[in-house]
């Protein structure tokens, strides 16, 4: 079972940056739909960013031209790299990783798709 761990979080002023990162057991997880999820207090969780096995990526409008979802498969880690950062942007961020079916447009921003999931990084940002 691949199991993942995220690191990276803090907290930054509006306008910073932050880079998660999401570690993967699997050697194989370049075959996962790898996504990021956030969820903020007492809202729904959320779709980021997705990746899909041939690379493809997807970006919630709320984030899109701030961050950018990447891996490196030699170190077999994920990453969301997050620029431009906004007190909205204040939420738990969770890397999750299903089969490449999750992918699909009708799955790939939705949390109930990933069966997987780290235990969560809090990025916060001030105003």
């Known amino acids: 079972q691949v199991q993942l761990v995220e690191s990276g979080g803090g907290s930054v002023q509006a306008g910073g940056s932050l880079r998660l990162s999401c570690a993967v057991s699997?050697?194989?997880?370049?075959?996962?739909?790898m996504a990021w999820f956030r969820q903020a207090p007492g809202k729904d969780r959320e779709g980021v960013a997705v990746?899909?096995?041939?690379?493809?990526?997807y970006y919630a409008d709320s984030v899109k031209g701030r961050f950018t979802i990447s891996q490196d498969n030699a170190k077999n880690t994920l990453y969301l790299q997050m620029n431009s950062l906004k007190p909205e942007d204040t939420a738990m961020y969770y890397c999750?990783?299903?089969?490449?079916?999750?992918?699909?447009?009708?799955?790939?921003?939705?949390?109930?798709?990933?069966?997987?999931w780290g235990q969560g990084t809090q990025v916060t940002v001030s105003s």
């Open positions: 990746m899909s096995p041939g690379g493809a990526k």
């Open positions: 999750a990783a299903d089969r490449p079916t999750s992918c699909s447009s009708s799955r790939r921003m939705e949390p109930w798709a990933y069966i997987r």
């Open positions: 699997e050697y194989s997880y370049s075959t996962y739909c």
